[in-house]
């Protein structure tokens, strides 16, 4: 049996009808052949679309081997013990050269009833927003099933939800229930449930390359979202150097943003979980148990549970997200 280290994965690239280049522009990842990518998966344990090692001894092998061989050392104790052999996390990143549909994800309660699945609660760190940009979250004003449905049957569903401007640096918390959309002109990473439910509620009478358009699940979506309105939908943080700034925290995961321009130590002695760093911006090399690994702008890294300290020697003035579960 290898011992573990800090593993990074074959990214998994999805065009979409709303896709772009920036993947490749400012990410620096080809998705040839592929006409656009909306889409990556960097870090999946979803059926179907497993990540795969991509460096080290254990290169080929995909996630869900790797939680079966090494379980609570790859996960952490308490993480193996409420998740199994499933990884509760999916990390993308996302690409708006068009609005995506507004949408609603269900919770768990409701996923499990349906779909015999989690639900999906995410969040989202705006790396490049072009000017203009701007995306959906919530409601604008004190809602319910009964005026929402009037609203959606006379064709004014924009009219009741909050539209956010975006700039660059900009994080939103988005829980199972919340209807939402990503803007065109965004470019984001998104940190999830393993989950791939979504209730799509309007496309904007879109159409694919032979004339159809994408399924509707007006019904479903009813039980799923969240009527309530909330006085503010954008994480309210400020930058600090050298520290970790907390952007949200849920029952499926932490997130932090940590921008340095200096050597930093992290110790995750006390936190018995993994943990995944996303880059982008600079370039950081991760020393662990007298080693190292060198990590750019647009990957992700998962962080063994069994790895409890670690030194980032990075580049100045790099940025990268750090996720895991408490």
Known sequence: ??????????????????????????????????????????????????????????????????????????????????????????????????????????????????????????????????????????????????????????????????????????????????????????????IQQTSDITYRIYDFDRTDDQGNRRELHVEEALDAIDYQFYDQYKIDYQNKLNEAVPLASCPYFTTNKIQANQTIERDYTDLDSFVIYVCFDGILDIKYNQESLSVKKGEAILLPACIQKVILEASPDFKILESYIK
Not at 124 to 135: C, N, T
Not at 140 to 148: H, T, V
Not at 150 to 162: A, C, M, R, V
Request: with cysteine; net charge negative; charged share 30%.
């Open 1 to 190: 049996m290898s011992e573990l280290y800090p593993l990074k994965f074959e990214t998994i690239f999805k065009d979409k009808i709303w896709g772009g280049n920036k993947i490749n522009t400012i990410l620096g990842k080809d998705f040839s052949p592929l006409p656009n990518c909306g889409e990556t998966w960097e870090i999946s344990g979803v059926e179907g679309n497993i990540s795969v090692v991509s460096e080290g001894p254990l290169k080929g092998k995909n996630l869900k081997d790797l939680i079966d061989t090494y379980r609570d050392k790859l996960t952490g104790k308490k993480v193996y013990d409420r998740f199994g052999n499933e990884f509760p996390l999916l990390v993308k990143f996302i690409d708006a050269n068009d609005d995506l549909s507004i949408q609603v994800h269900p919770d768990d309660k409701l996923a499990e009833k349906r779909h015999s699945s989690f639900g999906k609660t995410e969040m989202w760190y705006v790396f490049q927003a072009d000017p203009g940009s701007k995306l959906i979250s919530g409601f604008n004003r004190p809602m319910d099933k009964e005026s929402y449905l009037e609203h959606f049957n006379n064709g004014k569903l924009t009219d009741i939800l909050n539209v956010e401007k975006v700039s660059d640096g900009d994080s939103f918390f988005i829980p199972a229930g919340r209807v939402h959309t990503i803007g065109k002109g965004l470019l984001l990473a998104e």
